[in-house]
Each structure stands twice: as C-alpha cells, then as structure tokens.
C-alpha cells in the first residue's frame, strides 16, 4: 500500500515540477532580449572619492594622501618631488641618466649596495627611485611591521648615497648596451625619428651617447646629487595598513632632518615644433612600416582638452569600436594595430596624432585612407550614437582610477602634482556630458588636420610608393 502510495505521489510532483518548468521556460523566453541592443543596463551611478578626504598636510610644501587598507599586511608609499631637473648643459646628461638608478642602488654611507640588496630581499621589500625632467620620484613598498626598518634605509639611501664605483660601472655599461640597441625595435626607431621631426633641439630631449657615458666619473655624479630629491615640493601616495596618525608624525621627523634646500635649476621654455611637415623616413631593411603621424596639441589646463579627447575616442582612441580601427583594419585589412591619441601634459605642449603598423607596400594605401577618416569627422562631426557611447566610455572609466588602495592614493598625489583642484574627479563628468557634437566636429578640423601632421615613416622604404619623402640618416636622430 505505501509503495503505491508513494508512485501516485511522486508522479504528482513530477507533473507539478513539469508544469513549474515550462512556466519557467515561457518566462526565461520572454525575458531574453532578441538583440544585444535591447538589454536594458541600470544607469551608470559612480561617485568618485573625495581627495580632500585623504589629504594631509605634513608642512607648507609637503602633502600627504593616506588612504588605509587593511586587508593585507603592505604598506606602499611614493614620493613624487616637484624639481625641474633638466640638464645644464650637455655634460650633466649622462650624470643624471646614471644617478637616476644608482641612488637606489649604489649603497650608503654606512652599507655597500650588496649589504642593501640584502637587507630589502631579507624583508621582501624594495625601494626604488628615479629623477625625471619636471619631478622625480621614490618609491617603496613593504610589510607593514617592516616599514620603521625598511623607512631609515629609504632616508639613507637618497640623503646619504655611497654611489658605489662598482656599481657605477655595471650602470655604464647597461646604458652604453641600450643606447647600442635603442633603434634595434623598429617602434623605437620610428619614436625616435617622430621626435626628431616634431621638436626643435631642447635640454628636455637631450639622451646620453656612448661617448658621454664613458667619461662619467662618481666625481660628476657626486657634484649634482644634492640637486635632486630636494623637498621644496613633495607629495605623497601612501596606501596599506597603517596608522593614520603614526604615518603623519613619522614622515614628519622623516623631512624635518631631510636635506636642506639647495638652489633650483633654470626654467626652461617650453617644446618648441619644426615648422615643416610632410613625410620623413629613417632607413631600416624591414617588411613592415611603422607610422607616425603628429602635431602640436596643448598644454593643460585648456579648454580645447575635452573637446578634443572625445573626437580622438571616436577617430581612434578606442580600440575596436574607433573609425581608424574599423576602416583601416577591420574593412580593408591594412593594419594589425592603428590608434589614435590627444596626449595629457602639464608641463608641456603635448601631442595629438595617430599610430600604425601596416605592410610596406600598403602604406601609401593606410595614410589616404587615415586623411579620409580624418577630413571627414572635421567636416561631418560624430554621429549621435559616437558622442553618447564617447561620453559614456569616458566616464565609466573613471572607476578604474580607484579600483583599490594604491591607485586612489597615487591618482590623488598626481593630481594636485599637476594642479588640479580637489574638485577635479567631480566636475570631470559635468564637463565631459556638456561638449556638443560641434565642439567635436572643430576640434577634430583643428587637430586632426592631415596637413599639419609631421608622418614618421621607418620600414622598407623601396616598396611604400610614397612621393617627396625626405630622409633622415640614422646616425642623426639624436639631439645632440
């Protein structure tokens, strides 16, 4: 009896279950969109954090962002220092370039760089550093119950540098090796001749040759070491597990015995651009060209920055939904890699231009249909659906600015580095939804004018079919 019980009610349940399965078929039917287009998103809500939240003063010149994470047992600081350390004069160049890597690693007054190298593996710590032509920069990062030994070795290092003579020569000889080797990657080779056919000669351009490099002695390295890493203007991206309080106090006592202020370099005027344009090339035996196409940009702040940010995330600044991509590579199949880009600088005149890989042979092919692409958003202007899905991107990405402890601190210290006020991630969305589909449309004719572009060629040049291409030797890349 209760065996067949048991079959009636569990052909029951199955028939319940059945009937249960196809209501669930019906409604997961209708609930599928036929087209990708018809999936409804929830509307884009992102509030960026506050930098004044974070933002400590340590004294008049030197700021702090604190931003805690305790989830795991790191601390990790930069030290961004605001100094114009651009050379001299020629003979300073190879100095800086060599000092730059071995204040971290030619040791200190009391350890040799081994006993260093030591010391940071026993704790599973690093400290690096590096001196660049408008700021210069350390970094470290630690376990947190590390950090007040890992600390007064960062202190010792870039107040109190050894400048090992070993180490030297090792740092001599890797840059002699780069400077061999730095066209041997043709995207190298093409970079270097953009620049060359872009800038007039300026302190900022100046590279170390083989030469210069060879007769660096510690002595020269020694008379320009207290010219860096000077704190009139420090900000710091600190991010882990920490106390906030402690922090601020230890960096405190950290620049109150710092060294002292020393004299600041000269300003020096900014980029200035060749008035030519056209096609220039640069020899190398290669079946592929690489292309560069650039002009003068801004210098942020500027009021033509957004604008034109947008009209380069529609021409090329966005990968496989840009115009470039999709005529060039996509449709005919020119270029394995094309992109477009509106630089960002603070310090400087940036740049705006477009990229490119492509055969030899199709080069004359790939730049007539670049100018097309070009001519056309200035003289046409985006679509609807371009300047909604620009906008759009842009924003969306600003989450990735503050995806954890680390990259929030340093977005921060960079910001106010270059100037920006603490409201900048708030208003950014507000000025990126006002520009209008004319203010793209002109910034597109100004910028992204073909004739104004200086294009930097280096591939086969036999086979590229191009008319009036002046060439430029190798052996004179350089600034010099």
Not at 220 to 234: C, G, M, Q, T
Not at 314 to 340: D, E, H, M
Not at 446 to 456: E, Q
Request: net charge neutral; glycine share 4%; aromatic share 10%.
């Amino acid at each position: 009896m209760s065996f067949i019980y048991r079959i009636r009610n569990n052909w029951k349940i199955a028939f319940f279950l059945f009937l249960a399965g196809c209501a669930t078929s019906v409604t997961t039917k209708q609930a599928v969109p036929e087209s990708y287009k018809d999936i409804a998103f929830p509307e884009f809500q992102y509030i960026a954090p506050y930098p004044g939240d974070y933002r400590i003063d340590i004294t008049d010149s030197i700021t702090l962002y604190a931003v805690r994470d305790t989830s795991v047992p790191l601390i990790d600081l930069t030290f961004y220092f605001k100094e114009n350390t651009i050379p001299k004069n020629r003979d300073e160049v190879a100095a800086y370039q060599l000092l730059s890597s071995l204040y971290s690693r030619g040791g200190t007054e009391k350890l040799s760089p081994a006993a260093v190298d030591d010391s940071l593996e026993f704790l599973s710590a690093s400290i690096s550093g590096g001196i660049g032509n408008t700021q210069s920069k350390i970094h470290l990062n630690c376990l947190s119950r590390d950090f007040d030994k890992v600390l007064p070795l960062l202190f010792d290092l870039f107040n109190k540098p050894r400048l090992d003579s070993a180490r030297l020569e090792l740092q001599k000889n890797s840059a002699i090796q780069k400077y061999t080797h730095r066209y041997d990657q043709p995207s190298a080779h093409a970079s270097a001749l953009s620049s060359k056919v872009v800038y007039k000669n300026n302190p900022k351009l100046w590279e170390a040759d083989s030469a210069h490099l060879v007769k660096a002695k510690r002595a020269n390295l020694l008379a320009i070491k207290d010219e860096v890493f000077v704190p009139r203007r420090v900000i710091i991206a600190a991010a882990g597990d920490f106390n906030t309080d402690s922090l601020k106090k230890t960096l405190t006592e950290l620049f109150a015995k710092w060294k002292k202020e020393k004299q600041a370099h000269p300003q020096f005027p900014l980029l200035e651009f060749n008035e030519h344009t056209g096609i220039f090339t640069s020899e190398k035996n290669i079946s592929q060209a690489n292309i560069i196409m650039a002009a003068p940009f801004v210098k942020r702040p500027h009021p033509d920055y957004y604008q034109t940010a947008i009209a380069n995330y529609i021409l090329g600044g966005s990968s496989f939904s840009s115009r470039l991509t999709n005529k060039v590579r996509t449709q005919a199949g020119l270029a394995y890699s094309i992109y477009s880009f509106a630089q960002s600088d603070y310090e400087d005149i940036a740049l705006v231009g477009i990229a490119l890989q492509t055969k030899a042979e199709s080069a004359k092919a790939a730049l007539q249909m670049i100018k097309e692409e070009c001519l056309r958003l200035g003289k046409e202007g985006p679509t609807e659906e371009e300047l909604a899905f620009a906008k759009k991107s842009l924003i969306e990405s600003i989450p990735g600015m503050f995806e954890n402890a680390e990259t929030t601190a340093n977005t921060f210290a960079v910001s106010e580095l270059n100037g920006r006020s603490l409201e900048h991630y708030k208003e950014y969305p507000e000025k990126i939804r006002a520009v209008t589909a004319e203010q793209v449309k002109a910034m597109a004719a100004k910028y992204f004018n073909p004739d104004s572009f200086r294009i930097s060629v280096v591939g086969a040049n036999d086979k590229m079919l191009l008319e009036n291409v002046k060439m430029i030797p190798v052996d004179s890349l350089g600034f010099f």
